[in-house]
């Protein structure tokens, strides 16, 4: 084939195509301040980036131990470590809450767990633990392997913890797939009862 018949070729399905990078909260930091932050901001593509796409996926890195939970202080339950930078949300406003306090979605949702060791892809390098269910009805799963988790819409899902991350040079990869072009969260203000917030462990 020509190569100005390729490039054609190229041009025709471009639209398929978009460059994708930190979601719309962490768009303004600067890498130096994710760094001195230890802010883990995932890659997000959606149909914002791409008109095209039918999904929303986002592509987490965990090197440290983390978790996504936390309330506002007026919703009971003291904020904690989360990827958003200071300041996104305010902390006198009793109905903020983190991007993964327990919620629920209108469409289906898929969560893919694995660990980045290059020669033992079945070691997740760590311990996840994930609450599924509302409140006193949740039911708590520990993962320790690679796992594949599918949240039917409007099944409330979370806390999410990254309890352990046994070696930050490989860490735990966590990668989010949503049956929609775009995210969109209904959160609840019902924690497990023995739910333990990172750093509580007995």
């Known amino acids: 084939m020509a ?12 639209k398929y195509v978009a460059e994708i990078g930190w979601g719309p909260e962490s768009r303004n930091l600067t890498r130096e301040e994710v760094v001195e932050k230890r802010i883990t901001p995932p890659i997000i593509g959606d149909g914002f980036n791409l008109p095209t796409a039918t999904h929303h996926i986002e592509s987490w890195i965990i090197p440290e131990p983390k978790a996504f939970s936390a309330m506002s202080p007026k919703g009971g339950i003291h904020k904690h470590l989360d990827c958003r930078p200071p300041g996104m949300f305010a902390e006198d406003d009793e109905t903020s809450m983190l991007d993964n306090s327990p919620h629920y979605h209108t469409y289906d949702e898929v969560y893919l767990f694995t660990g980045t060791n290059p020669y033992d892809n079945l070691d997740l390098g760590g311990e996840v633990e994930l609450w599924l269910g509302l409140g006193d009805q949740a039911e708590k799963f520990t993962f320790t392997k690679p796992t594949m988790v599918h949240i039917p819409a409007g099944l409330v899902h979370g806390p999410l913890v990254f309890r352990k991350v046994n070696d930050s040079a490989r860490p735990i990869s966590w990668v989010v797939f949503y049956d929609s072009p775009v995210l969109s969260n209904v959160h609840v203000r019902m924690l497990p009862p023995d739910f333990k917030q990172l750093g509580e462990e007995e």
């Not at 190569?3 to 471009?14: A, C, D, G, I």
């Open 3 to 14: 190569e100005n018949q390729l490039t054609e070729q190229k041009l025709k399905y471009s």
